[in-house]
C-alpha cells in the first residue's frame, strides 16, 4: 500500500475527513470530528492507528513492524511501518478496526446523523 491508497481506503469511509492539525507533512484522517489514523508524508511510510489494547500487545509480539504509538497512547495506538512485512489485507483490516472502534464511541446522536449501521 502506497500513501495514495491509503487515503482512499480512508476517505471512502463514511463521515471521513482529512487535515494537517499538526503541520504540513502529518495527515491525520478523522471520522466525526475524531482521530483514526495518522500518517507523515516526508518521513518513512508508517501510519498510527487505534486499536484495543491487549489486543495491541498481541500485534506487538507477532510482527516488528508494529510498535507502540509514535507521541500518542502507547496502551492505546500502534505505529505500523509500511515496509511491506505486514499485508495491506491486514493493514485495511487494522484500519477498519481504527475506524470502528472510534464509530462505536460517538454519541448515539453524531451515529444517527451518519446513519451508521
Same mark, same amino acid.
Given at each position: 500500500? &502506497?500513501? =495514495?491508497?491509503?487515503?482512499?481506503?480512508?476517505?471512502?469511509?463514511?463521515?471521513?475527513? @482529512?487535515s494537517f492539525p499538526?503541520? =504540513?507533512?502529518?495527515?491525520?484522517?478523522?471520522?466525526?470530528?475524531?482521530?483514526?489514523?495518522?500518517?507523515?508524508?516526508?518521513?518513512?511510510? +508508517?501510519?498510527?492507528? #487505534?486499536n484495543d489494547p491487549? #489486543? &495491541?500487545? =498481541?500485534?506487538? =509480539?507477532?510482527? /516488528?513492524?508494529?510498535? /507502540?504509538?509514535?507521541?500518542? &497512547?502507547?496502551?492505546?495506538? &500502534?505505529?505500523?511501518?509500511?515496509?511491506?512485512?505486514?499485508?495491506?489485507?491486514?493493514?485495511?483490516?487494522?484500519?477498519? @478496526?481504527s475506524y470502528w472502534?472510534?464509530? +462505536?464511541?460517538? /454519541?448515539?446522536?453524531?451515529?444517527? @446523523?451518519?446513519?451508521? @449501521?
Amino acid at each position: 500500500m &502506497n500513501i =495514495e491508497e491509503l487515503r482512499e481506503y480512508c476517505m471512502a469511509k463514511k463521515g471521513v475527513t @482529512e487535515s494537517f492539525p499538526f503541520d =504540513e507533512s502529518t495527515l491525520v484522517f478523522k471520522v466525526a470530528g475524531k482521530m483514526f489514523c495518522l500518517t507523515d508524508l516526508v518521513d518513512d511510510f +508508517a501510519v498510527a492507528l #487505534k486499536n484495543d489494547p491487549e #489486543k &495491541n500487545i =498481541e500485534l506487538r =509480539e507477532h510482527f /516488528p513492524a508494529v510498535r /507502540p504509538g509514535y507521541h500518542m &497512547n502507547k496502551q492505546h495506538w &500502534n505505529t505500523v511501518q509500511i515496509d511491506g512485512s505486514i499485508s495491506d489485507k491486514m493493514l485495511k483490516q487494522l484500519i477498519d @478496526e481504527s475506524y470502528w472502534l472510534i464509530v +462505536a464511541k460517538l /454519541p448515539k446522536k453524531v451515529k444517527e @446523523e451518519f446513519k451508521f @449501521e
